[in-house]
């Protein structure tokens, strides 16, 4: 039996993933920044017999990560397996964006995660093993598309952070995996931040159609269950690459990027969106023509 600790529990995949783990028969404790949103978890538990501990972790806040951490550890010990899994979404273009949004993105999805791995390594390296999964995405492995700039930063710098943590960890028996899922049911895109386009905005056409596109994309998002299922074996199996990617499609939407430049994987990107939200809008007011600087 293991003690696992998963943050971002109250819908999509952490909310799969404490399910999966305690029909595993683990000790889990599924956190939350608020603990109000975790009725749907506890029902679900209790409709399957399963025995999960909700507990209030903000991965912003280091008192709440402390706290949460230690209450774990001397109910328990040491966190055997730490799943990293709370995140944010934030949507716009690079000179359009609220700096202070996008330094939230970063500070949730990037140093909140830093923040429960340095707080449950000291009691790991004393126990002499564990397991830290960090849920980056399919996106932070792929080519960035317009207006996402911020999300897959902070997922591609999560799994920057995950190759060197391996390294540093694994002398002390510590395993690392930087999950990376593809589409899959979640609220992250109903709970992103959304900017306040001005009247004269020149992105917001462009940010609509994006986001027409991503919403088509959505409908076939894979069921959360397989990605917890997924995580859950990445912690079995001592064998898991570092970068895991999760999802049936995601191999395949990874190819299109594999072994071509960005410069040719550009307009391949905007022809399927297209396909999907319609013709790409072009800004008013822009020249008919790019000119070389």
Known sequence: MAVVLITGCSSGIGLETALAFARRGDRVHASMRNPAKADGLRERARAEGLDIEVLTLDVTDDASVTTAVRTVEERHGAVGVLVNNAGVDY???????????ARAVMETNYWGALRTIRAVLPAMRARGGGVIVNVSSL????????????????????GAASEALAAEVRPFGIRVVCAEPGAFASRIHENAAEREPSGDDPYAADEAWLARFLSRMGEGAGDSREAAEAIVAAVENPATPLHTVIGKEAETALEFTRGVSYEEWLP????????MAGPRPGPEGAPSRVTEP
Request: hydrophobic share 45%; no cysteine; glycine share 6%.
């Open 91 to 101: 949507t716009s273009a690079v000179e359009a964006a609220s700096l202070e949004q």
């Open 139 to 158: 996106a932070a492995r792929m080519f960035s598309v317009p207006h996402g700039g911020f999300y897959t930063s902070s997922k591609a710098a999560l």
């Open 268 to 275: 391949q990107f905007v022809q399927l969106a297209e396909s």
